[in-house]
């Protein structure tokens, strides 16, 4: 399977031959002791997958359920008439599926599939950068792409990427891709990663956003098993970064989560405002966090705009 994929997680391995995933995680490591893949948290990549990067074919069959939960929590925080930019990636392929329901939306995007997601929502402008076509993951990069970022200024940016560390925050295996990552971050006043759980504590080589840079994470709850990526997504929070966490886990694969594993969600505030950050703007994602996704009365809604405006 991880020949003919690239990579493969552990549940869907689990599903597939019918057994335990402690079973499965002993097998992967045996396999790894010989040479034949490496091992990822929550699943398997083929040998040498801290430079090699999986196309778009494998990627979309890796943690299905997980990502879907993700871009369920992660669309309810985008409100209407927004303008923002989403990034390459599966993740967010599913994230501009649901952002195709919001009104008045206008999405900057590298990404094709992200376009093509969007392309038959009557109320959202969709705006492509330019650049040089990528077809691993149908993404524009290169000058033309960061150039066409320029001047650009929007509320947040969605991005993903390979791995995702506190030490080093947001990084990908490709150099131009984490190029045109890094102008889309500079392009917006927030930035909000769209991580599962298997990136967790995984490093690659390009560094896209430092963890200073990251305002909000919106993952997947880790297995009980997974103390690395728990550790992590501690860490993370300890630097400051807002975790939204949507309750995927012990779903299986699929294009849906069941509903026993309908997305609950979680932040942990910002204890103090990080270098860069105005106090009053800070204020206004704590009330915004409070809200837990529930509409907000209208003075309170008011107050935060406010606060925003500012």
């Given at each position: 399977?991880?020949?003919?994929?690239?990579?493969?997680?552990?549940?869907?391995?689990?599903?597939?031959?019918?057994?335990?995933?402690?079973?499965?995680?002993?097998?992967?490591?045996?396999?790894?002791?010989?040479?034949?893949?490496?091992?990822?948290?929550?699943?398997?990549?083929?040998?040498?997958?801290?430079?090699?990067?999986?196309?778009?074919?494998?990627?979309?069959?890796?943690?299905?359920?997980?990502?879907?939960?993700?871009?369920?929590?992660?669309?309810?925080?985008?409100?209407?008439?927004?303008?923002?930019?989403?990034?390459?990636?599966?993740?967010?392929?599913?994230?501009?599926?649901?952002?195709?329901?919001?009104?008045?939306?206008?999405?900057?995007?590298?990404?094709?599939?992200?376009?093509?997601?969007?392309?038959?929502?009557?109320?959202?402008?969709?705006?492509?950068?330019?650049?040089?076509?990528?077809?691993?993951?149908?993404?524009?990069?290169?000058?033309?792409?960061?150039?066409?970022?320029?001047?650009?200024?929007?509320?947040?940016?969605?991005?993903?990427?390979?791995?995702?560390?506190?030490?080093?925050?947001?990084?990908?295996?490709?150099?131009?891709?984490?190029?045109?990552?890094?102008?889309?971050?500079?392009?917006a006043a927030e930035v909000v990663v769209l991580a599962d759980h298997t990136k967790l504590g995984s490093d690659t080589m390009f560094q896209t956003v430092p963890t200073d840079l990251i305002t909000r994470l919106v993952t997947d709850e880790p297995p009980a098993h997974d103390d690395r990526a728990a550790t992590e997504l501690q860490a993370l929070a300890d630097q400051g970064v807002q975790?939204?966490?949507?309750?995927?886990?012990?779903?299986?694969?699929?294009?849906?989560?069941?509903?026993?594993?309908?997305?609950?969600?979680?932040?942990?505030?910002?204890?103090?405002?990080?270098?860069?950050?105005?106090?009053?703007?800070?204020?206004?994602?704590?009330?915004?966090?409070?809200?837990?996704?529930?509409?907000?009365?209208?003075?309170?809604?008011?107050?935060?705009?406010?606060?925003?405006?500012?």
């Amino acid at each position: 399977m991880v020949r003919a994929n690239g990579a493969v997680s552990l549940r869907e391995l689990a599903r597939v031959v019918q057994t335990s995933e402690v079973t499965v995680r002993r097998d992967v490591r045996a396999l790894e002791a010989e040479g034949l893949l490496d091992r990822r948290h929550g699943g398997a990549v083929l040998p040498g997958g801290f430079t090699r990067e999986s196309g778009f074919p494998q990627k979309s069959h890796l943690a299905t359920a997980e990502k879907t939960a993700i871009a369920d929590l992660a669309a309810s925080f985008v409100e209407e008439g927004e303008a923002i930019v989403v990034g390459a990636g599966t993740t967010t392929q599913e994230l501009a599926r649901r952002l195709a329901r919001v009104p008045g939306l206008t999405v900057v995007t590298n990404s094709l599939l992200v376009a093509q997601a969007l392309a038959h929502a009557n109320r959202v402008e969709v705006v492509m950068t330019g650049g040089t076509l990528r077809g691993s993951n149908y993404a524009l990069v290169g000058s033309g792409a960061e150039q066409s970022l320029q001047g650009l200024r929007v509320s947040r940016a969605f991005l993903s990427g390979s791995g995702l560390t506190a030490e080093r925050g947001l990084s990908t295996s490709n150099m131009l891709s984490a190029s045109v990552d890094r102008a889309l971050v500079q392009a917006a006043a927030e930035v909000v990663v769209l991580a599962d759980h298997t990136k967790l504590g995984s490093d690659t080589m390009f560094q896209t956003v430092p963890t200073d840079l990251i305002t909000r994470l919106v993952t997947d709850e880790p297995p009980a098993h997974d103390d690395r990526a728990a550790t992590e997504l501690q860490a993370l929070a300890d630097q400051g970064v807002q975790i939204a966490v949507a309750g995927a886990s012990g779903s299986q694969g699929g294009d849906a989560v069941p509903a026993r594993h309908q997305q609950q969600r979680r932040d942990v505030p910002l204890p103090a405002p990080r270098r860069g950050q105005i106090p009053g703007a800070q204020a206004g994602l704590r009330a915004a966090s409070m809200l837990g996704g529930e509409q907000a009365p209208g003075g309170e809604r008011a107050r935060v705009a406010d606060l925003r405006r500012r």
